[in-house]
């Protein structure tokens, strides 16, 4: 049985209870004002390539910190371990999805490099602090996130296109949004998309590829922002023998305060 309806707003303990199996849910609304983030782990060559990927990519794709080959913790961001500390991971090999656990520790490899990027659920408190609705957070549901026709910066095997998440709100409510998420470069940053979807690939924007339906009420419009599942569209592309990533929705909570994406955090040491 697990915990996830109650909101933890301890980052520790909710990292505690990932450990123990007692939380595999999506994690926006939880972990308090903590810093979210996306996560990608490559091997080797696969991961020199993704670094550049990253670099070439900066908005679905913000460094947060690079962890050294072999090893899962990542100092910079707290007392983390990576192979137990987030929820659901998802396991790919050769680009097609094999499965997804919710441990990776006998999928370790000695020259895993792991690559933690900045998440939006990193600037949903600031909206909320705000006023703004954040729908998702309000019914309990995982963000909805679209594949769009926006296409990313190719480095080396690693392309595809751009993956959003979205926020409905009131017209009003996304001009602030705008000058809020501005101030978050490393979670993502401004919205790269307000109003008509199909404007971006979107067909259906009531069934996402990712995360679970939207609720989008009468007033409300679409706002969408880069979304850091993009690098599991890459994946698909690149097909790399072995790679792990989080299930979309389900982050590595972090013990970095979440007002640190409003600025390069140290640490951070590409390969």
């Known amino acids: 049985m697990t915990d996830q309806i109650r909101a933890i707003s301890s980052p520790k303990e909710l990292r505690a209870r990932i450990r123990e199996g007692r939380f595999t849910g999506p994690t926006a609304g939880h972990g308090g004002e903590a810093l ?20 070439a990519n900066p908005r679905p794709c913000p460094l947060l910190a690079v962890g050294e080959p072999g090893d899962p913790s990542l100092p910079s961001l707290g007392d983390i371990d990576l192979r137990h500390d ?45 006023g703004i609705p954040v729908r998702h957070q309000d019914a309990g549901r995982n963000v909805p996130m679209y594949r769009t026709n926006l296409a990313t910066r190719p480095a080396g095997r690693f392309s595809g296109p751009l993956v959003v998440s ?75 023998a072995l790679a792990i990533t989080h299930a979309p929705g389900h982050m590595l909570v972090t013990d970095i305060p979440s007002s640190h994406a409003e600025r390069r955090l140290t640490g951070v040491h590409p390969a």
Not at 91 to 100: A, H, I, K, P
Not at 180 to 187: E, H, K, N, Q, V
């Open 166 to 240: 979205l926020r409905a709100m009131p017209a009003a409510d996304a001009i602030e949004a705008i000058s809020i998420c501005g101030r978050f470069p490393l979670a993502h940053g401004a919205p790269v998309h307000i109003g008509d979807p199909a404007q971006i690939g979107i067909e259906d924007i009531h069934t996402p590829d990712y995360g679970d339906a939207p609720d989008i009420r009468p007033g409300d419009i679409p706002v969408f922002w880069a979304c850091g599942v993009t690098p599991q569209a890459a994946i698909t592309t690149a097909k790399p």
């Open 36 to 55: 979210q983030a996306n996560l990608v782990m490559l091997r080797g060559k696969d991961a020199q390539e993704f670094l550049r990927f990253c670099q």
């Open 86 to 130: 987030v929820p659901r991971y998802r396991v790919w090999r050769d680009g097609e999805l094999e499965g997804e656990p919710t441990d990776i520790a006998d999928l370790w490899t000695d020259d895993m490099v792991s690559f933690a990027l900045g998440c939006s659920f990193s600037f949903e408190d600031a909206l909320t602090r705000a």
